[in-house]
């Protein structure tokens, strides 16, 4: 028997995915309800969980923070996103912290959720079709924007690390004996790459990606 928690304020959406689950899906049991991360924390000092449905919005701390603690705290625990709350933002936060499925309630029902429980108990990531295309268009963005590191130039690549090291344009300039207007020419040229805009930025995914070392 799969042990289940719904979280989500909203108790007309928690009795129905209890109600369908009970009707028809005999090897899911909903262990209990939430309608708070408060409630869920305290719930689970009680009760003997396998996976948490779990939505985005909730009143007093937001579905990010609380998959976030679930796996700081509770590793064991599976987590499947069900929420109407599906922008490419929310989405990326969820796969970085490692939630293990993904459905919008716009377009999932009580069946899709019990295949999604079950594919996830066996090891398999779920996520809706909206969500997956959503992944998709997201994997595909991060490729091409990596891709364009390999087309930086060594100028490129040493400004970035006299960038990295706090000096000005003028700075750079002088280190590499070369006029402010070619720095920022320089400059510019990153920044479209990695359509950015901002020194921070370019500097903080220089560091990400490998491109340069914190030293």
């Given at each position: ?8 304020d ?37 009760v ?66 019990a ?6 108990m ?25 891709e ?68």
């Amino acid at each position: 028997m799969i042990k289940v928690l719904i979280v989500d304020d909203q108790e007309f959406f928690r009795m129905g995915v209890r109600t369908g689950i009970e009707h028809r899906h005999p090897d899911i049991c909903v262990v209990g309800e939430a309608q708070s991360g408060t409630e869920l924390f305290l719930l689970l000092q009680t009760v003997a969980v396998d996976l948490v449905l779990l939505d985005i919005r909730l009143p007093d701390m937001s579905g990010v923070d609380i998959a976030r603690r679930l796996k700081t705290e509770r590793p064991d625990l599976n987590i499947l996103v069900l929420s109407s709350e599906d922008s490419v933002t929310v989405i990326k936060q969820m796969l970085d912290i490692g939630i293990e499925g993904f459905i919008s309630k716009r377009h999932g029902g009580v069946d899709e959720y019990a295949d999604a429980i079950r594919s996830i108990m066996q090891g398999v990531y779920y996520f809706g079709k909206d969500i997956s295309g959503i992944i998709y268009n997201l994997y595909v963005s991060i490729k091409k924007t990596t891709e364009v590191t390999a087309e930086f130039t060594d100028q490129e690549k040493r400004i970035i690390e006299l960038c990295r090291d706090g000096l000005s344009g003028k700075g750079i300039a002088d280190r590499l004996y070369i006029s402010l207007r070619t720095v920022n020419n320089h400059k510019n040229n990153i920044f479209r790459k990695l359509g950015i805009n901002s020194t921070a930025e370019m500097v903080h995914y220089a560091l990400k990606h490998g491109i340069i070392r914190l030293e």
